[in-house]
């Protein structure tokens, strides 16, 4: 899909190109297109993303997983949204160092999957509050998940609906974002409600 195309399918939810997997040259190309908003899934790779291309005005998200050593390093970098907080204890590591205000989302494990990381979809809704409450340095403002990992497309919906439910019921508290869909899902995930979405893959196919 041509990026062109895929941008008119998004309608008002916002992209976030991540470029895990690419050089910075295919990150200027884009960013050249018009994308400012990237995702990195690994802190050493944001880092050095974020160093070869400090002259362009990107937004850098932080999607993957937090290891406890890496904390100091993410919130030097000053990510514009971390997405993948998952759960009041990793608030409350970060929270405790910060010293300025960082936009999160709360990653919810919505597929019930072991491997994935995330909150349980029945604790998401006491957890959001409780970081709200109590971890002041981290702005609470949305949910973020991974679509069930099947080619049951029934039971990818489910997972984006469950999350987009728990959403909703956030929005009084302060949810604004729901992050959800990637490059095989997106479109599902659109149609579910998801208003922001995360490709990879998807973007740099020739
Ligand atoms: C890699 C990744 C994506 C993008 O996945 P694609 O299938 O390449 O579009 C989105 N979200 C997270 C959290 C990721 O790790």
């Not at 908003?37 to 690994?42: P, Q």
Request: proline share 1%; net charge neutral.
């Amino acid at each position: 899909m041509k990026f062109e195309e895929i941008i008119s399918k998004l309608g008002d939810a916002r992209l976030i190109a991540v470029s895990k997997n690419v050089t910075t040259k295919e990150v200027i190309n884009l960013y050249s297109k018009g994308q400012m908003d990237f995702g990195e899934n690994r802190i050493q790779e944001l880092k050095s993303k974020i160093n070869m291309l400090s002259n362009l005005n990107i937004n850098w998200h932080f999607i993957g997983r937090l290891q406890k050593n890496k904390i100091n390093q993410m919130i030097d970098l000053h990510p514009t949204l971390w997405q993948s907080c998952d759960g009041f204890q990793s608030a409350y590591e970060v929270n405790r160092r910060l010293t300025y205000i960082m936009p999160t989302l709360l990653q919810i494990n919505s597929a019930d999957e072991i491997t994935k990381q995330g909150i349980k979809k029945d604790e998401a809704i006491e957890e959001f509050i409780k970081i709200k409450e109590e971890c002041n340095n981290i702005n609470l403002i949305g949910l973020m998940s991974i679509g069930a990992n099947t080619n049951d497309e029934k039971l990818v919906q489910k997972t984006f609906e469950d999350t987009y439910e728990i959403y909703e019921k956030l929005k009084k508290y302060g949810a604004k974002i729901c992050s959800m869909g990637m490059s095989n899902d997106f479109e599902l995930a659109l149609k579910c409600g998801s208003n922001m979405v995360r490709l990879g893959t998807i973007l740099y196919e020739k």
